[in-house]
């Protein structure tokens, strides 16, 4: 059995819960008192909770200190480039942020407040279809997999009303785990489809799995190693042809933006992921959103609310329909952040929407090219905003992709994804997004490159890395095989128990 | 790498060893390798159908979660419980008491459908290209 702090050195800098600080009367603030006229009449008595919140009872010194020093142990965006592919971790504006949080006070119910909420969701609505060439959309998906999930169900809904009977979802093996996550839940069947040599699918390749069971095909453009898929048009005719739909994950969505439009590529439903694409904060930072952009004849099965125009050119929201696969989120899906979108794609503007695509690619090429000198690049497809390189040269000299990511931590900089997509050995997936400025893709470029030379000079060192980071190396694998969820448990607010 | 003479080999990287019409079933070699250390795995229970290329169960490593996939179509008539608390065993002794389910096989013609250790060999070496 391995003795875990001699691995980690973990328990040594682990900030204790706030609930192991907590003791009775700690806390000296006083609590605001409860409004002068409180609408408790309206509420059901058996409905209020009289009892006090079971939160620790710490004082401002140690709760201010607490959430320092945690943030002090993190790695953000707003710490230096964050290169995880397919993960869009861009810089989010500060602009979106004062923006969405000057509606945060208006309550659901004030109904006049609502109607100019109504009316930005409404337009945010039309700036999307515009941006995606689409007919009609829901705001309210949560986040990517929710909007994959309710994509899906659109598709089925429309399949069953059709009086059809269909199973499969076709999916290249350059996707996302989440799609047949999402297809499964949806209740359907998944068939992986081989990218081949290309990186891309072939029209050629498709034929061969399209028979009258399948459903859809679920594709994303560009693809998760990315590259565009250039026989999307013609991939578009099959699936059509067969009756079936085209489904596009939007979660490169970053490499197109403003460029090309997945409506015109024949897209019949994708799904936008708002906290990439839109800049709002993700992992760890926020809720994500996940809105679903229909073409007109899928446009029935959206979710509901619908947001629609009163006889007075105000809006409202209808709450029922017959032909709506219902609801999917509670309130109005994740509005913070559906505002913070707004925000972004009215502050950059038509020619600042191109620009971000352009210079997403522009700086993801940059580092291909200077990085492919260094690693291996198993495709020689051109590529968009993310590229992925292999650890084929530094494997021989004992270093694995996994090294070289603990590696990059030394040097202050968060891994890009490591081992993914499936489809390559020992994957390095590098997004820098177009936020970057050159002289941080050049520090990144120059850490590689270092890296490289590490592994070729002195492979020995990458096993202790890092060791200068909050944590060291940690043993992956020992911690997947033994989980221990450890939480403290206030049981009441005078009382702490610790619970293992 | 080891890839025993008296097994038969999936594509999907499963062994198959045959025994009347009960085939045991594992991953080989070189699915271990590629997977690295496996920490988590689940099997069908005993008593479920599966079908030839459909999933019996998953493993999970630090890299990735992959399914499992029957070499033929049967029921299942034994689990091996035993590597729910030591996956480890799976990296090991892949071919041994790693052992994943047993099947009672319906039709005997699927075994053609599998390949012999020199096609898997070759298999391998073309897909590691």
């Known amino acids: 059995m391995h003795d875990r702090k001699a691995i980690t050195g973990f328990p040594l800098v682990v900030e204790p819960l706030l609930s192991t600080m907590s003791k009775e009367g700690k806390n000296t603030r006083r609590m605001p008192a409860p409004f002068e006229e409180y609408p408790l009449d309206d509420i059901k008595k058996d409905m209020i909770n009289n009892d006090l919140p079971l939160i620790p009872d710490v004082s401002e010194v140690e709760t201010v200190r607490h959430f320092t020093r945690l943030s002090r142990l993190n790695y953000g965006i707003d710490d230096g480039i964050y290169p995880l592919g397919s993960c869009t971790m861009k810089y989010n504006p500060k602009i979106c942020e004062e923006i969405a949080s000057r509606v945060k006070d208006i309550h659901p119910a004030d109904k006049k407040a609502m109607v100019d909420i109504l009316r930005i969701l409404i337009d945010l609505s039309k700036n999307f279809e515009e941006i995606c060439g689409m007919d009609a959309s829901t705001l309210w998906g949560a986040a990517g997999a929710h909007g994959e999930l309710t994509g899906m169900l659109i598709i089925k809904k429309a399949l069953e009303t059709k009086g059809e009977v269909r199973s499969k979802v076709l999916i290249p093996d350059t996707a996302h785990g989440t799609n047949p996550a999402s297809c499964a839940i949806a209740g359907f069947n998944t068939v992986q489809i081989p990218s081949g040599k290309n990186g891309y699918l072939k029209a050629s390749t498709l034929k061969d799995y399209i028979d009258h069971d399948v459903a859809a095909l679920m594709i994303t453009n560009p693809n998760t190693l990315g590259i565009f898929e250039q026989e999307i048009a013609c991939i578009a005719e099959l699936i ?100 913070k979108a707004f925000a972004y794609i009215l502050s950059l503007g038509p020619d600042g929407l191109k620009e971000v695509s352009r210079v997403a690619t522009l700086n993801a090429n940059y580092l291909k090219a200077r990085l492919s000198k260094s690693f291996d690049l198993p495709y020689n497809t051109p590529t968009l905003h993310e590229f992925v390189l292999t650890d084929k040269y530094q494997k021989a000299h004992g270093v694995t992709t996994m090294d070289m990511a603990k590696a990059l931590i030394e040097f202050g900089i968060h891994p890009p994804t490591v081992y993914f997509p499936l489809v390559v050995n020992g994957a390095i997936m590098i997004e820098p997004t177009e936020t970057e400025p050159l002289a941080e893709l050049k520090r990144f470029a120059d850490v590689m490159e270092t890296i490289a030379i590490m592994a070729k000079d002195s492979p020995h060192v990458f096993k202790n890395m890092p060791s200068t980071s909050p944590v060291c190396r940690l043993d992956e694998v020992w911690a997947a095989r033994h989980l221990i969820l450890t939480w403290n448990m206030i049981e009441s607010n005078k009382k702490v128990v610790v619970s293992k | ?67 499992l996939y029957a070499p033929v179509t049967g029921t299942i008539v034994e689990v091996n419980n035993a590597l729910e608390d030591t996956p480890e065993l799976i990296n090991t002794d892949c071919y041994g008491n790693a052992w994943m389910i047993v099947i009672e096989m319906k039709d005997t013609s699927e075994l053609d459908n599998l390949m012999d250790s020199k096609k898997y060999e070759d298999y391998v070496s073309s897909e590691a290209k």
């Open chain 2, 1 to 67: 790498m080891n890839f025993p003479a008296n097994l038969k080999y999936t594509k999907n990287h499963e062994w198959a060893r045959v025994n009347g019409n009960k085939v045991t079933v594992g991953i080989t070699d070189y699915a271990q390798s590629e997977l690295g250390d496996i920490v988590y795995v689940e099997f069908n229970d005993k008593g479920t159908d599966v079908k030839q290329d459909g999933i019996f169960g998953t493993v999970e490593s630090v890299k990735a979660v992959s399914e």
């Open chain 1, 240 to 339: 059509h042809n067969n009756g079936s739909y085209l489904y596009m994950d939007g979660a490169n969505l970053n490499a197109i933006l403003g460029t090309s439009r997945p409506g015109d590529m024949g897209v019949d439903c994708l799904h936008l992921n708002l906290h990439k694409t839109f800049a709002s904060p993700h992992g760890g930072g926020g809720p994500g959103s996940g809105p679903v952009l229909v073409k007109r004849q899928l446009s029935p099965y959206l979710p509901l609310p619908w947001i629609t125009p009163d006889k007075k050119g105000l809006y409202k929201l209808k709450w029922d329909s017959p032909t709506s696969i219902g609801r999917i989120h509670s309130g109005m899906g994740n509005l913070a952040v559906l505002l």
